[in-house]
């Protein structure tokens, strides 16, 4: 049997007792955002050390300036003595708060298990898969190593944080302090979704952010339509014709320069994700729609994940109560963000966006402009070797070919891996659209986090190679 | 001394008292678009009707369904004898929102005196002129007749109503079913301004009013834009498309219809017009504007007065705080009304924009229309009797000719008095440019009261003979 299958069977027959070490950790109620769970935080911050440290890790406990971070540390090679690359795992110990708890069915920190109606068996507790269950897949895959080998097949450093429901605040200038540190070789990172419950995925991409303000000042006081309609410029006018030129018919934003930088897909991966069949019936329909408002010359998927976009996340102005009132306000305001990819510049999308409005605005109206998010997106390269390692062992791992996908959303300090440490990150995560992530009942499929395991055995045993 | 000169001499040495009654009606904050100020509604109507009591009127609070109308109906008689015509006086009790509360100098319900710089004496609060304080001009002159010899000029009955800032919407109703009682010789309304400080006006043509609310409903709930941004339609983007084509960029408005029933002013009256020189300088100037937004090839006189407009008075949707959120909405609303003139269909112009919005919609998203007001414009024949008796004796007060001219705002019921009762108005007012009528700060020039209060009292005295 090779080390790998051994490996494998020793991750099989220690399940049960992986489940209860992840219950131990779901009992723990660290849910970052509210300060009355300052000491749970520590609690499963103590707990995940003490656990790497059962299985060889060096670990400590590191302050910051808000919850601490897991740093755990452990030398490793493959079986004919080659050290591998060092890699630098990143998942998070805290969890979302549980409200609303009257829609819980049970308690959010009591875990169990409980079997659906399909025959799946799900892990239900707040933290299931968000991300203790993912971050454990991985500790349980070394766990597993140590058993059978005695030692990991690479070196491994563990960065578990408990900020990332809160926006990673502290992470950040901790990474920077710590460079030298945790500039490794890659980053592993669980706490993305599969495309399916058959289907793995690796996330290739993270959209990028730019998130504007705008103001636009016409008269310096509200006028009466009556005495004014007619004459004085009204600003939610401009703001609608000015936003709403920002697309045309097609559904393509307009802004000059914007597509600058964004590249299309291969064509093998193209094929790929055109093999996925995302319909807007299966995408939209549960939101209550049908079809897709993006641009029309490309595919669902594409939109959602590998295309930027331009989006007025809100508006007001003038009277907004009930009935009437005949006003032209002197102001309006809008926001306006912008999803990026590839390699649009956010400064550049943020200028050529502020231009625009100014272009269109009359010579005495004013608008003025404020920026609350400026992120590139993070693209992994399709030809990296750690990646087409892993989609081909999580293929085997599955019985289906893992897709490399885009994300719509974004992990903060994924960027900062990239921009301050030059670290590529490679994202492999088991969660599902119906885990109810950041909702009441949140579940991990049982299935998902044994599988998860035996994923991470085979990424690392191949990466070790 | 003739009565008449008694009669003013009267209205100088009372003017102190009359600002003082007026101050008392000013604290009432009849705002009558919110619920919130119901019973300051119903006590504003209690007071007008305890005050034309005490003039020897017999009055009323009338109910509607909504907020009440005063109706006062008193004898009179010329000093020899002739009854003369009877005429119904109108105004309103209620008043606008005074949001943004924050930009008013005192609180907007306590009425006080304030000397502007170059000596001018002002009243400051909500309703200082639109339309407690106009409509307190004529109950003045009322007053003063009363106390000179001892009855009215003539028989006047006064409707003052309690939802003119709302549409008006259930004195239309009102004055329906009250037909026999309120159909007399003429309308009087005191809610119009003068050309400038030294010109007094006769408002010879009113523009009327579509109001609507509309709300396009896209998701069935907020949605995160990094997870469905590129494909969920966003119903703000729907709302600056749409509304944001409703002008071309000659500032005409582009909804199909829209312009039929618009006739173009006689050359004469186009001359008089062009003589009065409004530039943008003096019009706009004051309100911190220098260039007019409306049709690029009409005079500015023309496009806030006899020409129709649309506007957008209110939007809102989305995230609307501080900083940000990444979220497409599930809806949007915005508040649009359209000024209408000549034989403008109101109707037909709803119908329009209704259309006009449903015709933009992607399939799967739902528009909802609510509508505020819906009323023709109005125009009074240049050969009235009592238009050019009331221009001669405005001449006398003010020491300059009172010019015919056509306002931009619309008093919806005065189109009811000729539609349904067969009435013509006269539609004499005092306001100024600069009172901020539905702005914080709102006032009233105190020489315009007092000029205003004897204006009535020649106006009264003129139809009487």
């Known amino acids: 049997m090779s080390t790998l299958d051994a490996v494998l069977n020793r991750i099989d027959q220690d399940i049960d007792q992986s489940v209860e070490r992840l219950f131990a950790l779901l009992r723990i109620?660290?849910?970052?955002?509210?300060?009355?769970?300052?000491?749970?935080?520590?609690?499963?911050?103590?707990?995940?050390?003490?656990?790497?440290?059962s299985i060889g890790f060096e670990?400590?406990?590191?302050?910051t300036e808000g919850h601490?971070?897991?740093?755990?540390?452990?030398?490793?090679?493959?079986?004919?003595?080659?050290?591998?690359?060092?890699?630098?795992?990143?998942?998070?110990?805290?969890?979302?708060?549980?409200?609303?708890?009257?829609?819980?069915?049970t308690p959010p920190f009591e875990p169990r298990i409980e079997t659906l109606p399909d025959g799946r068996k799900i892990i239900v507790a707040r933290g299931a898969c968000d991300d203790k269950g993912q971050a454990m897949t991985f500790i349980e895959a070394c766990r597993a190593f140590k058993a059978v080998t005695g030692k990991l097949p690479l070196p491994i450093t563990t960065m578990i944080e408990g900020e990332e429901e809160c926006g990673s605040k502290n992470l950040f200038s901790f990474v920077?302090?710590?460079?030298?540190?945790?500039?490794?070789?890659?980053?592993?990172?669980?706490?993305?979704?599969?495309?399916?419950?058959?289907?793995?995925?690796?996330?290739?991409?993270?959209?990028?952010?730019?998130?504007?303000?705008?103001?636009?000042?016409?008269?310096?006081?509200?006028?009466?339509?009556?005495?004014?309609?007619?004459?004085?410029?009204?600003?939610?006018?401009?703001?609608?014709?000015?936003?709403?030129?920002?697309?045309?018919?097609?559904?393509?934003?307009?802004?000059?320069?914007?597509?600058?930088?964004?590249?299309?897909?291969p064509a093998d991966i193209k094929a790929d994700l055109k093999a996925l069949d995302l319909t807007p019936e299966k995408f939209l329909g549960p939101i209550g729609l049908k079809t897709s408002a993006g641009e029309k010359d490309r595919m669902l998927i594409e939109q959602v994940t590998t295309r930027p976009t331009a989006e007025i996340n809100g508006i007001i102005g003038?009277?907004?109560?009930?009935?009437?009132k005949t006003v032209i306000p002197g102001e309006a305001s809008a926001k306006v963000s912008f999803r990026l990819v590839g390699d649009q510049d956010p400064q550049k999308i943020r200028d050529n966006f502020r231009a625009f409005v100014r272009e269109r605005l009359p010579a005495d109206c004013k608008v003025e402009f404020g920026n609350f998010g400026l992120a590139a997106a993070l693209q992994l390269s399709f030809d990296n070797p750690a990646l087409n390692k892993a989609r081909t062992v999580l293929g085997e791992e599955w019985g289906k070919k893992a897709v490399a996908v885009g994300a719509g959303g974004s992990i903060p300090i994924v960027a900062d891996f990239k921009n301050v440490l030059g670290m590529d990150s490679l994202l492999v995560?088991?969660?599902?659209?119906?885990?109810?992530?950041?909702?009441?009942?949140?579940?991990?499929?049982?299935?998902?986090?044994?599988?998860?395991?035996?994923?991470?055995a085979r990424i690392l045993h191949a990466l070790a190679e």
């Open 29 to 53: 109620a660290s849910v970052s955002t509210d300060p009355a769970f300052k000491q749970q935080c520590r609690d499963a911050a103590e707990h995940v050390a003490a656990d790497l440290r």
């Open 318 to 324: 003038g009277y907004t109560g009930e009935g009437a």
């Open 429 to 456: 995560g088991f969660a599902l659209d119906d885990d109810r992530v950041h909702s009441p009942n949140e579940k991990f499929d049982l299935t998902c986090f044994h599988k998860g395991i035996r994923s991470w």
């Open 59 to 63: 670990a400590d406990v590191r302050p």
């Open 176 to 265: 920077r302090d710590n460079a030298d540190e945790f500039k490794l070789d890659l980053a592993l990172v669980c706490d993305t979704a599969m495309w399916d419950q058959k289907t793995p995925a690796v996330t290739t991409s993270l959209r990028g952010l730019v998130y504007e303000d705008v103001k636009i000042t016409c008269a310096d006081r509200d006028l009466h339509s009556g005495v004014f309609g007619g004459a004085a410029q009204n600003p939610i006018r401009l703001l609608a014709k000015i936003l709403g030129a920002m697309w045309d018919d097609d559904g393509r934003v307009t802004i000059p320069g914007f597509y600058d930088g964004v590249k299309d897909l």
């Open 68 to 105: 601490p971070v897991v740093v755990g540390k452990s030398n490793g090679s493959s079986a004919n003595g080659v050290p591998g690359p060092h890699v630098l795992f990143y998942g998070h110990y805290d969890v979302q708060p549980v409200d609303p708890l009257n829609l819980w069915k």
